[in-house]
């Protein structure tokens, strides 16, 4: 069961990044087009350094999301063990 949950969840975070990719790749293409050329070398890297911002956090999020599916099955498999014990 936690293995599926993690799974989608990595399947979810995939998605997630090739949406933002192809969101950066339009925005490269449309700042470009409206940067002049000696402000682009600037402005790429700055948005190379947001993109990079935003999938770490992006990361984060989906290991938190993993930790706590992690964490709700350690605690159901305690209580499943206490009921039994008990």
Known sequence: MFQLKEQEIRRQFRAAVNIQNKQYKLLKEQLLTRTSKADQKAMLAKLKE???????????????????????????????AYDIAS
């Open 50 to 80: 947001e993109q990079d911002r935003r999938l770490s956090m992006l990361s984060d999020q989906y290991e938190q999301s993993i930790s706590e599916v992690k964490q709700h099955q350690h605690v159901s498999i305690e209580c499943k």
